[in-house]
């Protein structure tokens, strides 16, 4: 077990709706995420899973129960430019989180506001930039490049904060599919090659089975916590309308129509060489 | 009604540092009742070119013509057509600002000149093509509703305008699995109740195969392919060298046929690909 990074003890939090009514949006969260998990949260629109998100860098206090990030709870005003420190965010919409006039000076627009002396600064966008694969584009407006792009500028900016994790808000819901591929990509290097902590919230089960633990949420509770091979084929997070991942859905088709494949596909490649296997031993007549 | 786009050229901010051309002398013709999806990777023109149907924008050079009107005209002949066209951008639901959801899908037609009656009956039945009991949310406030009711929201406004012609600009975005396959069924029943000419611009290519009949690809501002959509979809290269991912379905085939099974590649929906994939298992 890696040391506890984020851990939450009967988180609730309520908000009041326009008519006055309490609506729970997250009751009695109790998680812990350890240093350098790649962790993905999955669920229903509604399930909480944004709002949970949220408390983990203090940009949401808990109505009860506690967060504590890295030792230090987020109740504890003094504590929060620490958080938010090693905590970074990745929203949805590129456009909405890019700022300044070129790349670098929006690269730089986080560590300038925590008062980072100017040399290091430079240090850090570069480094920041290269671990995106963005260095070329260093002096472009970043309303110019392309969405893919403009996000792997915003995890750049993130970077550049020197966060221990980072969290992916649906970070490829309105990019094509070559910035899906790109921002996938990377998000799988910086936490396999940084050794970042990282949560990536996703309505695709495809980008799910690229973590290593998938968190299911409904009506603000985690009602599923386990590797993907478990959790995304199981029928009762099935029933919550989430969808599997296409080849474990095609391979599910495929059982029931009497081809014999193991469960755990969750992969395209995964899927052919099963087939392919099976394929072979029908064609040389072993036994199904 | 009746679209044809003319050598349609589009550019942004001419005359500045920032001029980017986003159309380059786009032809296409769509018929009257016909479901279209237009992809590209982005940047290549979609939302502009769907924007130009809808009367939104002038041409830089050539033009789009609506039963044979341009669609941009200060006439009321162009008017009158623009107003057959329903336009739904991507997040419509960031345009609402009525304060009940009967107003709200009730702006459209109000402005349409319609009496309380119908105007009452559109809202009801706009309300139900989107799935939503129009009882119980009448009187909700817009704001107040999840994302995904608030998408069906928006749409049923433009729904309820009866159009000719709707154009939907990535009309799932941001909806979970559940709500994006509820909502383009409905939308389906809606294309197939009404015959109204269907045109839906995605670059979810596995959503779009079940949807549309033909598929137009736009690339830098040109169309590089346009035909019937196991045509275009199930041409795995042409996608790639555009840009855009082939649909899944398409990436297994191909990858069992890399593989040495003799399946063909172009099977679209999940059905055809399982039973592509039985029938070689069978042989």
């Known amino acids: 077990m890696p040391t506890p990074f984020i851990q939450t003890r009967a988180l609730e939090y309520t908000y009041f709706a326009e008519d006055g009514r309490a609506i729970p949006a997250l009751r009695g969260i109790d998680l812990t995420v350890g240093r350098g998990e790649f962790v993905a949260l999955v669920g229903p629109n509604g399930s909480g899973k944004s709002t949970l998100a949220r408390h983990f860098n203090a940009l949401l206090l808990p109505t009860a129960g506690e967060v504590w990030v890295d030792g230090l709870s987020t109740a504890d005003p003094r504590q929060v430019q620490a958080i938010r420190q090693r905590v970074g965010m990745v929203f949805q919409n590129p456009d909405n989180q890019l700022v300044a006039g070129t790349v670098e000076e929006d690269v730089a627009f986080g560590p300038e506001n925590l008062g980072v002396p100017p040399a290091e600064i430079r240090r850090r966008v570069d480094e920041a930039l290269e671990v995106v694969g963005m260095t070329a584009y260093r002096h472009h407006p970043p309303h110019m490049l392309s969405g893919g792009q403009k996000q792997r500028v915003a995890i750049a900016g993130a970077l550049a904060t020197r966060p221990h994790c980072i969290i992916f808000d649906e970070p490829t819901s309105m990019l094509d599919a070559e910035g899906r591929r790109q921002v996938l990509q990377t998000v799988r290097q910086l936490n396999a090659e940084l050794g970042l902590t990282v949560i990536l919230i996703t309505q695709s089960m495809d980008e799910a089975a690229l973590a290593r633990r998938v968190l299911v949420m409904d009506g603000g509770q985690i009602v599923r916590d386990g590797p993907p091979e478990e959790v995304l084929e199981d029928p009762e997070v099935e029933k919550l309308g989430l969808g599997q991942p296409f080849a474990a859905e095609v391979a599910r088709r495929l059982r029931e129509r009497g081809v014999p494949l193991p469960s755990g596909l969750l992969t395209v490649e995964a899927l052919v060489a099963a087939l392919t296997e099976t394929h072979r031993s029908y064609a040389v007549g072993l036994p199904g | 009604m009746h679209i044809r786009v003319e050598s349609l050229t589009?550019?942004?901010?001419?005359?500045?540092?920032?001029?980017?051309?986003?159309?380059?002398?786009?032809?296409?013709?769509?018929?009257p009742g016909e479901r279209v999806g237009i992809s590209g990777p982005t940047g290549s023109g979609k939302s502009t070119l769907v924007q130009h149907i809808a009367g939104l924008l002038t041409p830089a050079a050539g033009r789009v013509l609506l039963d044979g009107v341009p669609a941009h005209a200060r006439t009321p002949e162009a008017r009158a057509r623009r107003r057959q066209v329903g336009l739904a951008f991507q997040f419509p639901e960031a345009q609402m600002f009525e304060v009940t959801v009967f107003r709200e899908v009730a702006f459209g037609p109000r402005h349409l000149g319609l009496n309380a009656d119908e105007i009452a009956a559109r809202v009801r039945w706009a309300l139900e093509m989107v799935g939503l009991d129009p009882d119980a949310?009448?009187?909700?406030?817009?704001?107040?509703?999840?994302?995904?009711?608030?998408?069906?929201?928006?749409?049923?406004?433009?729904?309820?305008?009866?159009?000719?012609?709707?154009?939907?600009?990535?009309?799932?975005?941001?909806?979970?699995?559940?709500?994006?396959?509820?909502?383009?069924?409905?939308?389906?029943?809606?294309?197939?109740?009404?015959?109204?000419?269907?045109?839906?611009?995605?670059?979810?290519?596995?959503?779009?195969?079940?949807?549309?009949?033909?598929?137009?690809?736009?690339?830098?501002?040109?169309?590089?392919?346009?035909?019937?959509?196991?045509?275009?979809?199930?041409?795995?290269?042409?996608?790639?060298?555009?840009?855009?991912?082939?649909?899944?379905?398409?990436?297994?085939?191909?990858?069992?046929?890399?593989?040495?099974?003799?399946?063909?590649?172009?099977?679209?929906?999940?059905?055809?690909?399982?039973?592509?994939?039985?029938?070689c298992i069978e042989r």
């Open chain 2, 10 to 31: 589009h550019i942004y901010a001419r005359g500045t540092p920032a001029e980017r051309v986003a159309l380059r002398g786009v032809d296409l013709e769509i018929e």
């Open chain 2, 137 to 279: 949310f009448a009187d909700r406030v817009p704001f107040a509703l999840s994302g995904g009711e608030m998408r069906r929201v928006a749409l049923a406004g433009i729904l309820a305008l009866k159009p000719q012609v709707l154009i939907l600009d990535e009309p799932t975005a941001g909806l979970d699995p559940r709500g994006r396959a509820d909502i383009l069924a409905r939308l389906r029943a809606w294309q197939e109740q009404t015959g109204a000419t269907f045109i839906l611009v995605s670059h979810h290519l596995d959503e779009m195969a079940g949807l549309v009949d033909r598929v137009v690809l736009l690339a830098d501002g040109q169309v590089v392919a346009d035909g019937p959509t196991r045509h275009i979809l199930g041409d795995g290269d042409r996608l790639r060298s555009v840009g855009l991912s082939p649909p899944p379905g398409v990436v297994l085939l191909e990858a069992l046929r890399a593989a040495g099974w003799p399946v063909r590649t172009d099977a679209l929906v999940i059905e055809e690909i399982i039973s592509e994939i039985v029938r």
